[in-house]
T-cell receptor
Framework: KAGVTQTPRYLIKTRGQQVTLSCSPI?????VSWYQQTPGQGLQFLFE???????NKGNFPGRFSGRQFSNSRSEMNVSTLELGDSALYLC???????????FGPGTRLTVL | KQEVTQIPAALSVPEGENLVLNCSFT??????LQWFRQDPGKGLTSLLL?????REQTSGRLNASLDKSSGRSTLYIAASQPGDSATYLC??????????FGKGTKLTVNP
């Protein structure tokens, strides 16, 4: 069974631009969560989707948004990029959200 | 608000040694606790998941325990190998389905 895939793997953007990251969960998984990882803050929860509905949202500004499609694939969007948005963005999928989380390899975003 | 602490932040051991990584959390109302490993620049690999009703889980050379009453979990690694070198992360899942992570323990196993 294929694992969680994330595209692109690396991105370089400049301040003020926007970016869209994509996550394809393991086949059959309906829950997709997004996390931001930085050296200073560690791993922080962004949001979680289950069957196209956002169930939970972390403490991030409204510039961070996401959605989930009917095939469970998910995208997250960051508008008006800031230098502090540079991070590794990780996506995780699971069957129900309260079971084992399987993480993708991440998207490394660099904001210049 | 759930807080997760992992001590030590870094650990260096010789190959073959048995070792214990520690994780503590502040809120005992949890669904489960998961241990992950992360290699540099990579995503997270799930190692073990312990449900809140369980006391421990084992997988190969790994054994994880959970004591909700004291807010502690340990990950025991037997007969460590250089390939075990990685950052080990403990994460708590509570009522909101999100994972709350500790900052991790960076393990180095020296040949």
């Amino acid at each position: 069974k294929a694992g969680v895939t994330q595209t692109p793997r690396y991105l370089i953007k400049t301040r003020g631009q926007q970016v869209t990251l994509s996550c394809s969960p393991i086949s059959g998984h309906r829950s997709v969560s997004w996390y931001q990882q930085t050296p200073g803050q560690g791993l922080q929860f962004l949001f979680e989707y289950f069957s196209e509905t956002q169930r939970n949202k972390g403490n991030f500004p409204g510039r961070f948004s996401g959605r989930q499609f009917s095939n469970s694939r998910s995208e997250m969007n960051v508008s008006t990029l800031e230098l502090g948005d540079s991070a590794l963005y990780l996506c995780a999928s699971s069957l129900f959200g309260t079971d084992t989380q399987y993480f993708g390899p991440g998207t490394r975003l660099t904001v210049l | 608000k759930q807080e997760v602490t992992q001590i030590p932040a870094a650990l260096s051991v010789p190959e073959g040694e048995n070792l214990v990584l520690n994780c503590s959390f502040t809120d005992s109302a949890i669904y489960n606790l998961q241990w992950f490993r992360q290699d540099p620049g990579k995503g997270l690999t799930s190692l073990l998941l312990i449900q809140s009703s369980q006391r421990e889980q084992t997988s190969g050379r790994l054994n994880a325990s959970l004591d909700k009453s004291s807010g502690r979990s340990t990950l025991y690694i037997a007969a460590s190998q250089p390939g075990d070198s990685a950052t080990y992360l403990c994460a708590i899942q509570g009522g909101s389905e999100k994972l709350v992570f500790g900052k991790g323990t960076k393990l180095t196993v020296n040949p």
